[in-house]
């Protein structure tokens, strides 16, 4: 059976996105551009984002302009994007854009994913709603050595300690590695 894993890099002072949503406070860290394989969720058949984090990395990996940057980045790969406005798509990606509710296209984005891992790539608010419903096994975090001002929060909602089991907590560069495993709402 799949997992829904929540995998994303943040700052020390939980910020996954500046005020601007952009996320080139993380590429400032020494060996950011170049991470460490073993960092990233495997056998995965879907990300799930929202509009900001996939316009983000439209611009920034100017994948209009190059749409075969996106076949090298993500291989048979479906991506969902959660927004409310029409977005640019690469040519030959298979991107989705959705709206509403996480709850009510989840069937949709598991029956995408088969038997494989759905990875949640952000924002905040996404998480949130995968929260909500208990659809979220694994919340993976890669703490860089920065702070921000402000900007998008990790997580825009109260989750207790009865809810998350450390499973792992071990350097990574620059960055601390912690992943956790999720329990379910009682």
């Given at each position: 059976m799949s997992e829904i894993i929540f995998d994303a890099a943040v700052t020390l002072n939980g910020y996954l996105a500046d005020e601007n949503q952009s996320l080139q406070w993380l590429f400032e860290v020494p060996g950011a551009h170049e991470p460490d394989p073993d960092l990233l969720p495997r056998n995965v058949g879907v990300h799930v984002e929202g509009a900001s984090t996939y316009?983000?990395?439209l611009e920034?990996?100017?994948?209009i302009e190059n749409?075969?940057?996106w076949q090298d980045y993500y291989p048979g790969i479906t991506t969902y994007v959660f927004t409310s406005r029409e977005l640019p798509i690469p040519e030959g990606a298979d991107v989705r854009l959705v709206n509403g509710p996480v709850a009510g296209v989840l069937p949709q984005i598991r029956g995408a994913a088969g038997e494989k891992n759905i990875w949640v790539l952000g924002?905040?608010?996404l998480l949130g709603q995968f929260l909500d419903i208990?659809?979220?096994d694994t919340l993976a975090l890669t703490i860089a050595p920065a702070?921000?001002?402000?900007?998008a929060p990790l997580l825009p909602?109260?989750?207790g300690s009865d809810r998350l089991e450390l499973a792992?907590?071990?350097p990574a560069g620059p960055f601390a590695r912690l992943v956790y495993r999720v329990r379910r709402a009682s």
């Amino acid at each position: 059976m799949s997992e829904i894993i929540f995998d994303a890099a943040v700052t020390l002072n939980g910020y996954l996105a500046d005020e601007n949503q952009s996320l080139q406070w993380l590429f400032e860290v020494p060996g950011a551009h170049e991470p460490d394989p073993d960092l990233l969720p495997r056998n995965v058949g879907v990300h799930v984002e929202g509009a900001s984090t996939y316009l983000w990395l439209l611009e920034h990996e100017r994948f209009i302009e190059n749409p075969h940057k996106w076949q090298d980045y993500y291989p048979g790969i479906t991506t969902y994007v959660f927004t409310s406005r029409e977005l640019p798509i690469p040519e030959g990606a298979d991107v989705r854009l959705v709206n509403g509710p996480v709850a009510g296209v989840l069937p949709q984005i598991r029956g995408a994913a088969g038997e494989k891992n759905i990875w949640v790539l952000g924002g905040g608010e996404l998480l949130g709603q995968f929260l909500d419903i208990d659809a979220i096994d694994t919340l993976a975090l890669t703490i860089a050595p920065a702070a921000l001002a402000g900007g998008a929060p990790l997580l825009p909602r109260n989750i207790g300690s009865d809810r998350l089991e450390l499973a792992e907590a071990r350097p990574a560069g620059p960055f601390a590695r912690l992943v956790y495993r999720v329990r379910r709402a009682s």
